[in-house]
């Protein structure tokens, strides 16, 4: 069974950058396709960014697009969220997630498999 873990969430200021980490373990990572997901403070849990099992191919929130980069490197089974020019509307608990099911285009939290146990964000302004 796949786990996933993630990393990299601190408390940050508005405009910096930071860069999150998810780990994959106990599973064939590169079959997957991996998406970020984040749950801001009284939200529900929205789409970020997903990641194709190739890494060729990535789909991003509408809102996230141009500032947020999403890739991996299945070699070390992982999938890194480059953050930039984070807003105060970036805080968030944010978690990765995988689905096996072959489908390239996969953004809603219920067709996800795993899931981390999610990282802290907190952008200061």
Known sequence: QLQLVESGGRLVQAGDSLRLSCVGSGADFSRYLIGWFRQPPGKDREFVAHILWR?????????????????????????????????ADDTAVYYCAADDSGRSLVTSQYDYKYWGQGTQVTVSE
């Open 55 to 87: 890494g060729t191919v990535t789909h991003y929130a509408d809102s996230d697009k141009g500032r947020f980069t999403i890739s991996r490197d299945n070699a070390k089974n992982t999938v890194y969220l480059q953050m930039n020019s984070v807003q």
